[in-house]
T-cell receptor
Framework: DAKTTQPNSMESNEEEPVHLPCNHS???????IHWYRQLPSQGPEYVIH???SNVNNRMASLAIAEDRKSSTLILHRATLRDAAVYYC????????????FGSGTQLTVLP | DTEVTQTPKHLVMGMTNKKSLKCEQH?????MYWYKQKAKKPPELMFV???????INESVPSRFSPECPNSSLLNLHLHALQPEDSALYLC???????????FGNGTRLTVT
């Protein structure tokens, strides 16, 4: 399995951008990078995913390093509702796909 | 609200009981998953079903028995659990391999 490492916690001010890093140095060439977030008492929620190129959607942007050993989730303007645990994950394609979650980053958004 | 529905939301059971957790999705997804999550820890993969066949079992003890009756339903049968099995059990589904997971809000299980 590809292993991911993330900082335990980060803080951001409301309406400012947030950059959440993730290292996945053991990722293979066909492993996708996924990000999920989890609010208290809820299941994880999909945020974004990518393979090689940077990706954007309505929630966030994903910047993937050229060597694919790290990635950064970018929230362009943090709101109080973005306070959550953010998980970076990597998993393999093919029939034996597995999804291994990193330890997660607790994001605190300050008003 | 999520598109993956798990029942019950909470379950308390004794070590000699037999119970089942249920999960349902109607998004046409062909892969379904069970995860276990302890407090302040990330979810840990237990089982993966792909096209209604068990494709991954992450060395889970036999007191946990998964079942996929059809493409929309996933069950987790529990028997002779231990107190350390108390956790949040999450179900997820995805359209196909590599596609994003959709999680339910979980069943909070307490084993007494």
């Amino acid at each position: 399995d590809a292993k991911t490492t993330q900082p335990n916690s980060m803080e951001s001010n409301e309406e400012e951008p947030v950059h959440l890093p993730c290292n996945h140095s053991t990722i293979s060439g066909t492993d996708y990078i996924h990000w999920y977030r989890q609010l208290p008492s809820q299941g994880p929620e999909y945020v974004i995913h990518g393979l090689t190129s940077n990706v954007n959607n309505r929630m966030a942007s994903l910047a993937i390093a050229e060597d694919r050993k790290s990635s950064t989730l970018i929230l362009h303007r943090a709101t109080l509702r973005d306070a959550a645990v953010y998980y970076c994950t990597a998993f393999s394609s093919g029939s034996a796909r597995q999804l291994t979650f990193g330890s997660g980053t607790q994001l605190t958004v300050l008003p | 609200d999520t598109e993956v529905t798990q029942t019950p939301k909470h379950l308390v059971m004794g070590m000699t009981n037999k119970k089942s957790l249920k999960c349902e999705q109607h998004m046409g997804h062909r892969a379904m998953y069970w995860y276990k999550q302890k407090a302040k820890k990330p979810p840990e993969l237990m089982f993966v079903y792909s096209y209604e066949k068990l494709s991954i079992n992450e060395s889970v003890p036999s007191r946990f028995s998964p079942e996929c009756p059809n493409s929309s339903l996933l069950n987790l049968h529990l028997h002779a659990l231990q107190p350390e099995d108390s956790a949040l059990y999450l179900c997820a589904s995805s359209q196909v391999a590599n596609s994003p997971l959709h999680f339910g809000n979980g069943t909070r299980l307490t084993v007494t």
